[in-house]
């Protein structure tokens, strides 16, 4: 039937001879629209990169101020370690020299703020001499600072892990000096100790924002102080943390924008490692305060060039009519494709679909098994096809009529239906009162389990039937499996035989029972499924 179209009115036959000036002021509002976004999009983004650049020089210059008290700090400490092995050295540990040593170490201490404590060790790990007010017995040999003097005959400084202190139960940095005997032997352990909690108080002068972050590490990746400071992170080994990465792929210094490993938030960190002392120290600023500033900005300016964008686009509500017309011409074409498309739906389900049963048809069959075929070989994994029809059909017909022999066959075939679990399985009519079912990647055990459950479910169904000597409809069905594997070459006609050779040897044997590819009768072979 041709489509009828409404009759032109005087506004629709106006738009369409402005059509070209409408069209050309669109593209123009569009353009203009574009560049306006486009415009506050790059200048946003230059914000943006420049907010991070001032950050990053700022982030850098923290660091080495940063690294340059570590250093000052740690040469304080070592310079008063040296005097204290120089005395050692030269004095001895006499009962005199000690009290001297004794009074300066206290001196040393009280008037140094970087230092804890000082303290003296002998070749045991015994205590010899400390800056503090009581005596104390111990030994110390165990400590980590004093095993790599024993083993170590290095007369540099040695900046250890951090520890608790046995004396004042403080975390501490230990800073030691081996002390030698004149033949160059080991003698004893020089300490100087800088309470961790120094460091808090020197880096909280800082600004590094809210969720910033310094920190201060051994080179091995043990950490001595983190900010915001917490007692479980000092000694933690960071090693694997995203710093540490950049420290071994970018060498002594760097700045990136990395995610924590400890906290997982975004920060920029600066790092600086220590030219002469195996420490490193970073700095770092949220990458979410770093940018509050500008997205706050950029979000008032978008919010301005939306609200411009929006009166521009008002402009063109002259054109309204014109997209009112084309929506009306275009729903009136999509209901024509919609009835179109539900025809051929209609067409489809005729050509693929039996009239009788609702169920598919022998065409639709076998182009599914050549399919499914052609699966399973590229695949490799089993297809089974279970053919079957209804015993003593033709007596049915005979003794009811064929009305009541097409109720039937749809009774077996809604049976059928309703005993296919799957998706992908198909029932088909292959022709009379034969049936067939396609089970794509169903073995030869679960063929036979199908089969019977139909064949139970069609006998319940209680068909009179008098010819048959249960007095029911029954059915009797073949299954066979085909495995296929890459390079066979299947053989659809040959796979249907094989069904049909396994249905008529159930008939050959009574009838109302499934024989399979399993079944050990005495019947004759079944031929091979040709490859």
Same mark, same amino acid.
């Given at each position: 039937?041709?489509?009828?179209?409404?009759?032109?009115?005087?506004?629709?036959?106006?738009?369409?001879?402005?059509?070209?000036?409408?069209?050309?002021?669109?593209?123009?509002?569009?353009?203009?629209?574009? @560049?306006?976004?486009?415009?506050?999009?790059?200048?946003?983004?230059?914000?943006?990169?420049?907010?991070?650049?001032?950050?990053?020089?700022?982030?850098?210059?923290?660091?080495?101020?940063?690294?340059?008290?570590?250093?000052?700090?740690?040469?304080?400490?070592?310079?008063? @370690?040296?005097?204290?092995?120089?005395?050692?050295?030269?004095?001895?540990?006499?009962?005199?020299?000690?009290?001297?040593?004794?009074?300066?170490?206290? +001196?040393?201490?009280?008037?140094?703020?970087?230092?804890?404590?000082?303290?003296?060790?002998?070749?045991?790990?015994?205590?010899?001499?400390?800056?503090?007010?009581?005596?104390?017995?111990?030994?110390?040999?165990?400590?980590?600072?004093?095993?790599?003097?024993?083993?170590?005959?290095?007369?540099?400084?040695?900046?250890?892990?951090?520890?608790?202190?046995?004396?004042?139960?403080?975390?501490?940095?230990?800073?030691?000096?081996?002390?030698?005997?004149?033949?160059?032997?080991?003698?004893?352990?020089?300490?100087?100790?800088?309470?961790?909690?120094?460091?808090?108080?020197?880096?909280?002068?800082?600004?590094?924002?809210?969720?910033?972050?310094?920190?201060?590490?051994?080179?091995?990746?043990?950490?001595?102080?983190?900010?915001?400071?917490?007692?479980?992170?000092?000694?933690?080994?960071?090693?694997?943390?995203?710093?540490?990465?950049?420290?071994?792929?970018?060498?002594?210094?760097?700045?990136?924008?990395?995610?924590?490993?400890?906290?997982?938030?975004?920060?920029?960190?600066?790092?600086?490692?220590?030219?002469?002392?195996?420490?490193?120290?970073?700095?770092?600023?949220?990458?979410?305060?770093?940018?509050?500033?500008?997205?706050?900005?950029?979000?008032?300016?978008?919010?301005?060039?939306?609200?411009?964008?929006?009166?521009?686009?008002?402009?063109?509500?002259?054109?309204?009519?014109?997209?009112?017309?084309?929506?009306?011409?275009?729903?009136?074409?999509?209901?024509?494709?919609?009835?179109?498309?539900?025809?051929?739906?209609?067409?489809?389900?005729?050509?693929?679909?039996?009239?009788?049963?609702?169920?598919?048809?022998?065409?639709?069959?076998?182009?599914?098994?050549?399919?499914?075929?052609?699966?399973?070989?590229?695949?490799?994994?089993?297809?089974?096809?279970?053919?079957?029809?209804?015993?003593?059909?033709?007596?049915?017909?005979?003794?009811?009529?064929?009305?009541?022999?097409?109720?039937? @066959?749809?009774?077996?075939?809604?049976?059928?239906?309703?005993?296919?679990?799957?998706?992908?399985?198909?029932?088909?009519?292959?022709?009379?009162?034969?049936?067939?079912?396609?089970?794509?990647?169903?073995?030869?055990?679960?063929?036979?389990?199908?089969?019977?459950?139909?064949?139970?479910?069609?006998?319940?169904?209680?068909?009179?039937?008098?010819?048959?000597?249960?007095?029911?409809?029954?059915?009797?069905?073949?299954?066979?499996?085909?495995?296929?594997?890459?390079?066979? +070459?299947?053989?659809?006609?040959?796979?249907?035989?094989?069904?049909?050779?396994?249905?008529?040897?159930?008939?050959?044997?009574?009838?109302?029972?499934?024989?399979?590819?399993?079944?050990?009768?005495?019947?004759?072979?079944?031929?091979?499924?040709?490859?």
């Amino acid at each position: 039937m041709p489509q009828q179209h409404p009759a032109p009115t005087p506004i629709s036959s106006l738009t369409a001879k402005k059509r070209p000036a409408v069209r050309y002021a669109i593209r123009v509002l569009i353009l203009f629209c574009a @560049l306006l976004v486009a415009a506050q999009g790059w200048s946003a983004w230059t914000a943006r990169q420049s907010r991070l650049a001032e950050n990053t020089a700022a982030t850098s210059n923290m660091a080495a101020a940063l690294a340059a008290q570590a250093e000052s700090t740690i040469r304080i400490v070592d310079t008063v @370690l040296a005097g204290v092995v120089e005395r050692v050295e030269v004095d001895g540990i006499t009962p005199a020299a000690s009290d001297r040593l004794r009074s300066h170490m206290r +001196n040393m201490v009280s008037e140094v703020k970087e230092l804890n404590g000082l303290f003296v060790y002998g070749a045991d790990g015994s205590w010899l001499v400390t800056s503090l007010d009581r005596p104390i017995a111990g030994n110390n040999a165990d400590r980590e600072y004093f095993q790599y003097h024993l083993h170590n005959r290095s007369r540099a400084v040695h900046i250890g892990k951090p520890i608790k202190s046995r004396s004042s139960g403080l975390w501490i940095l230990p800073v030691s000096r081996r002390i030698d005997r004149p033949d160059g032997s080991f003698a004893g352990v020089a300490l100087g100790t800088i309470q961790i909690a120094f460091f808090a108080e020197l880096y909280e002068s800082f600004d590094v924002g809210r969720e910033g972050v310094v920190f201060l590490a051994r080179d091995d990746g043990t950490l001595i102080y983190r900010r915001p400071f917490s007692e479980k992170l000092v000694g933690r080994d960071v090693s694997r943390g995203p710093v540490f990465q950049m420290v071994r792929s970018s060498g002594p210094m760097g700045t990136a924008m990395l995610r924590s490993q400890i906290d997982g938030v975004t920060r920029l960190y600066s790092y600086r490692r220590l030219d002469k002392l195996p420490l490193i120290v970073a700095t770092a600023q949220s990458k979410h305060e770093i940018l509050a500033e500008w997205q706050q900005s950029t979000l008032l300016l978008s919010a301005a060039t939306l609200l411009v964008v929006l009166l521009l686009v008002g402009v063109g509500a002259r054109l309204v009519r014109q997209i009112m017309i084309r929506d009306l011409l275009e729903a009136e074409l999509r209901i024509a494709e919609e009835h179109l498309q539900e025809r051929n739906q209609e067409l489809t389900v005729l050509a693929t679909n039996d009239g009788l049963t609702g169920i598919a048809n022998r065409r639709h069959f076998e182009e599914s098994l050549c399919l499914e075929l052609k699966r399973a070989r590229r695949t490799g994994a089993p297809l089974s096809l279970v053919l079957l029809d209804v015993d003593f059909f033709k007596k049915y017909n005979d003794r009811y009529g064929h009305v009541a022999g097409d109720d039937c @066959l749809r009774q077996v075939a809604a049976a059928l239906q309703a005993c296919l679990a799957r998706p992908t399985d198909l029932a088909a009519r292959y022709g009379g009162e034969e049936f067939a079912m396609i089970l794509p990647a169903t073995g030869q055990v679960g063929a036979r389990y199908v089969a019977e459950r139909l064949r139970l479910a069609v006998m319940d169904l209680g068909i009179a039937h008098a010819d048959n000597p249960l007095g029911t409809a029954t059915i009797s069905a073949g299954a066979c499996t085909f495995h296929g594997a890459p390079g066979d +070459n299947e053989d659809p006609e040959t796979f249907v035989m094989r069904a049909d050779a396994l249905l008529y040897r159930a008939k050959a044997n009574g009838r109302n029972r499934v024989c399979t590819d399993l079944d050990n009768t005495g019947a004759a072979p079944v031929p091979p499924l040709a490859m």
